[in-house]
């Protein structure tokens, strides 16, 4: 796939955004004189000045909102206040439905959403997760466990259970997307390699100790040992956050700098000089090259049904909220 993660794992990671607005902690409320009070009507009822302060800080941080202007606090609000009118909206549909918002639901949904990714997209989304120091069911838990998460995706659950003949994609329909998007389809060149690394110190050796041990090493390497055997024996470090102790696949992006240059410099087989590191020497082999190549459509397919799927949900919602909004008396004074 290419370097950006993608709609649907951009879609999964945005769980909480909308929650995290809506539960921010209280602070101390902004004076927010040069609006009028009430700042807004909604739905005929009032929303006072210091009520609209108390939204806005639902989204910004109060030591920010002195560094303001008018104009971008204006802004901030309205933004606000069309979040509360599309939550309220949610929330009095699903109300006179009988359904309710539930942990469950969310995790059903984001195992359906997962469970379509391509093996490269998940691998993305892991790593991703991985860097904000987060497991996949640790994340899906955070999910779970928002209220606004729960509130979109029981709607989201409405909308396939009652318009469904508006949400159905075919083979055809994502056989079109991915014909006319391929350069989304591309996995990136990847090259496996296997490692020697030895600390530079440890309760042992010293660093000058450690160079002689790499050096040596490398002359037995020269000489024709078998890399394998020697990996087993002497490394001491993992390989780059991936796979096991001494083998990983790696895409550019993946390897520190100085690996990464030399990794996919080598030709199969080929077995690096002395490599340092901050905290290591390291001797790397290419064992072998994978060049770029398209993801086949029989394994994007399901990813891209899911992706199209998820946009026509969104426009339904989208609709539907309009719809209820025209319902409604909403006036901004401001």
Same mark, same amino acid.
């Given at each position: 796939m290419p370097n950006h993660t993608g709609t649907l794992i951009k879609y999964l990671l945005s769980a909480c955004i909308l929650s995290s607005s809506l539960l921010a902690p209280a602070q101390t409320t902004p004076d927010l004189k040069f609006l009028p009070d009430p700042v807004a009507y909604i739905d005929e009822k009032p929303v006072a000045r210091p009520d609209a302060a108390k939204l806005l800080l639902k989204n910004i941080p109060a030591k920010d909102i002195p560094g303001m202007s008018e104009t971008q606090l204006k802004s901030a609000l309205r933004e606000q206040l069309n979040r509360q009118i599309e939550y309220s909206i949610l929330s009095s549909i699903l109300k006179k439905n009988n359904i309710? /918002?539930? /942990?469950?639901?969310?995790? &059903?949904?984001?195992?359906?959403? +997962? &469970?379509?990714? /391509?093996?490269?997209?998940?691998?993305? =989304?892991?790593?991703?997760?991985?860097?904000?120091? =987060?497991? +996949?069911?640790q994340y899906v838990e955070n999910a779970a466990n928002c209220p606004a998460e729960q509130l979109k995706m029981a709607f989201v659950q409405w909308i396939e259970l009652n318009v469904t003949d508006k949400i159905v994609v075919s083979d055809e329909d994502a056989e079109i997307y991915y014909r006319t998007r391929q350069a989304m389809f591309i996995i990136p060149e990847t090259v496996t390699i296997s490692q020697i690394s030895i600390l530079k110190k440890n309760s042992k050796r010293n660093e000058k100790d450690s160079q002689e041990q790499i050096a040596t090493i490398e002359s037995r390497l020269r000489q024709g040992e078998d890399f394998n055997r020697l990996a087993s024996n002497f490394n001491e470090c993992r390989i780059w956050t991936k796979q096991d102790d001494k083998t990983g696949t790696f895409s550019k992006g993946d390897l520190p700098q100085e690996i990464e240059n030399i990794a996919f410099s080598l030709t199969p087989g080929e077995v690096s000089a002395i490599i340092t590191l901050p905290d290591n020497f390291t001797i790397i082999r290419l064992d072998s090259k994978n060049p770029a190549h398209y993801l086949q459509f029989e394994k994007a397919k399901n990813f891209i049904k899911t992706q199209l799927r998820e946009a026509l949900i969104k426009k339904n919602i989208n609709a539907i909220i309009m719809q209820e909004r025209q319902k409604m008396n909403i006036i901004f004074n401001f």
């Open positions: 309710t /918002p539930a /942990p469950q639901i969310v995790r &059903n949904k984001l195992k359906t959403m +997962y &469970n379509s990714l /391509p093996d490269q997209q998940r691998d993305i =989304l892991l790593n991703t997760l991985k860097q904000q120091g =987060l497991t +996949y069911e």
